[in-house]
């Protein structure tokens, strides 16, 4: 795959996985879905602005977003809220590594 696949697939995923989480916490799905998109798209422009490599970096910097866009400054989702998009926006691209890794080992 390309980046641009890639790149497509970790947006829809983190939208997708987003308002999940929400709407599992009992918050509006698009609350969710918009403010982990909005997280995800500032956590690859800082990486990529700046040049970072580190996947720990890229975590810690995606939940900062997600801290300062959905809390703080745009959705006022509460921490709950916020855990839950959290826990939902990372759990749809490991299972897709999961898979990907596992199809891989099963052909070698």
Do not use: C, E
Not at 81 to 92: D, E, H, K, R
Request: proline share 2%; charged share 5%.
């Amino acid at each position: 795959m390309d980046i641009t696949t890639l790149g497509v697939i970790m947006l829809a995923s983190a939208f997708i996985g987003g308002g999940l989480g929400a709407h599992l916490a009992s918050a509006p799905f698009w609350k969710g879905a918009v403010s982990s998109l909005i997280a995800v798209v500032l956590q690859v422009v800082i990486a990529v602005f700046f040049g970072i490599d580190n996947l720990l970096i890229h975590f810690v910097v995606y939940l900062i977003m997600l801290g300062l866009v959905g809390g703080r400054l745009m959705m006022k989702l509460s921490a709950k809220t916020l855990t839950s998009v959290a826990l939902g926006t990372l759990l749809i691209p490991a299972l897709a590594v999961l898979m990907i890794d596992v199809g891989v080992q099963s052909t070698r």
